[in-house]
């Protein structure tokens, strides 16, 4: 079974600073990640996917993450953050077989702070 | 209308009632899937649909009831539901496992049961 720890529920940041949303998980097969973006009063959208490949992955809106297989991690980065950053942000993994579930974690917040 | 769409947006409901929840995609997507998002806590995945039929039941009492009628629409049955039922739920479709494209999220129902 799979399992996605994001490490920090809550993370504030000031506007323009660079940001890190940290995300391991656990699994004993091979393993596709996700982060997903919930803006307040919405549902849930795919910033990006590591499905295999470059382990440098570019989302929208100016994410990027890495994968690293060694320290079973999947953080998200962004250089320079906006205000209109403010959201919860999902890390979420599915077995590479292609079975019909995710497993999310429980969510961090971001803050950008004027 | 395109993407997911979800009704009605909020629902306030006694314990006694029966209400429903409606889901449509307008993505031609083949699989829908019902999500239960409760405060800290990560999501839970209650039902998948793939082509009509169930494929994913994750052990969701008897009073939630799905019903999905064709591959664009999915419904989320409720009768005498509990006050720790109140949640965000979310409708999801991805076109296969969602592995490739990832899922497409509605903007959910916010339920309060009292």
């Known amino acids: 079974a799979q399992s996605v720890t994001q490490l920090d529920s809550q993370v504030p940041v000031f506007e323009e600073a660079p940001v890190e949303l940290r995300c391991n998980y656990s699994s004993s097969v091979s393993v596709y990640l996700f982060w997903y973006v919930q803006y307040p009063n919405q549902g849930l959208q795919l910033l990006l996917k590591y499905l295999s490949g470059s382990t440098l992955v570019k989302g929208i809106n100016g994410f990027e993450a890495e994968f690293n297989k060694s320290q079973t991690s999947f953080h998200l980065r962004k250089p320079s953050v906006h205000i209109s950053d403010t959201a919860e942000y999902f890390c979420a993994v599915s077995e590479a077989s292609g079975t019909y579930k995710y497993i999310f974690g429980t969510g961090t917040r971001l803050k950008v702070l004027a | ?114």
Do not use: I
Request: hydrophobic letters at 30%; glycine letters at 6%.
């Open chain 2, 1 to 114: 209308e395109t993407g997911v769409t979800q009704t009605p947006r909020h629902l306030v409901m006694g314990m006694t009632n029966k209400k429903s929840l409606k889901c449509e995609q307008h993505l031609g997507h083949n699989a829908m899937y019902w999500y239960k998002q409760s405060a800290k806590k990560p999501l839970e995945l209650m039902f998948v649909y793939s082509l009509e039929e169930r494929v994913e039941n994750n052990s969701v009492p008897s009073r939630f009831s799905p019903e999905c009628p064709n591959s664009s629409h999915l419904f989320l049955h409720l009768h005498t539901l509990q006050p720790e039922d109140s949640a965000l739920y979310l409708c999801a479709s991805s076109q296969d496992s969602g592995t490739l494209y990832g899922y497409t999220f509605g903007s959910g129902t916010r339920l309060t049961v009292v």
